[in-house]
């Protein structure tokens, strides 16, 4: 098993560019989430997806767009990239969402020039 | 808004020593409390907690719950260098049909030799 798996784990954009991260579970988990990790800030919970099919907003959605292309896999897509969106991202995914442990991926270092 | 503030912030101990991290929260429907490792890269699942006064323990880790006084430690007693690294803690709450995470900003453990 892999786990969580993402992709790519390192991009640098200009503004105004866009890109999609990918993240993958072979774990059968029905929930997935998309953090963003800033210095001093602490995991931050972008957009969530509690079972496939649906998708709800998290703390800080703006800026992102999400899709749940299947139970396995839910991208995260930036679609005109600002400097402020600069910021490790992190995938994670959960048997269910409630009372659940989550289990991250290896996270996405992504620069916006 | 839920809030999780963990003390300190950073620590520096011999190894041998013994620490208590702190994580206090105030959170609106809690559902559980969970403790993450971060070494440089993805977190890693340590501990979920539930219920008061019940001690989760896995090796030289513990941690235990006080859902009256809203906080929760994680003690490491005789540090290695291995457990260098971030803990974090969070706080699962429900939500309108949903559950969200809401991580503290970390302690950043660092053990000497």
């Known amino acids: ?54 998708t709800d907003k998290g703390e800080v959605p703006n800026g992102y767009n999400v899709s749940r292309l299947n139970k396995r896999e839910f991208s995260l897509r930036l679609e005109s990239a600002a400097p402020s969106q600069t910021s490790v991202y992190f995938c994670a995914s959960s048997f269910y969402e409630g009372a659940y442990e989550q289990y991250f991926g290896p996270g996405t270092r992504l620069t916006v020039t | 808004e839920d809030k ?8 520096v101990v011999h190894e041998g020593d013994t620490v208590t991290l702190n994580c206090s929260y105030e959170v609106t429907n809690f559902r559980s409390l969970l403790w993450y490792k971060q070494e440089k890269k993805a977190p890693t699942f340590l ?56 991580f503290g900003k970390g302690t950043k453990l660092s053990v000497i030799p």
């Open chain 2, 4 to 11: 999780v503030v963990q003390s300190p912030l950073s620590l």
């Open chain 2, 47 to 102: 501990f979920m907690l539930t219920s008061s006064g019940i001690e989760k323990k896995s090796g030289r880790l513990s941690s235990i719950l006080d859902k009256k006084e809203l906080f929760s430690i994680l003690n490491i007693t005789a540090t290695q260098t291995g457990d260098s690294a971030v803990y974090l803690c969070a706080v699962e709450a429900a939500g309108a049909g949903s559950y969200q995470l809401t």
């Open chain 1, 1 to 54: 098993n892999a786990g969580v798996t993402q992709t790519p784990k390192f991009q640098v954009l200009k503004t105004g560019q866009s890109m999609t991260l990918q993240c993958a579970q072979d774990m059968n988990h029905n929930s997935m989430y998309w953090y963003r990790q800033d210095p001093g800030m602490g995991l931050r919970l972008i957009y969530y997806s509690a079972s496939e099919g649906t």
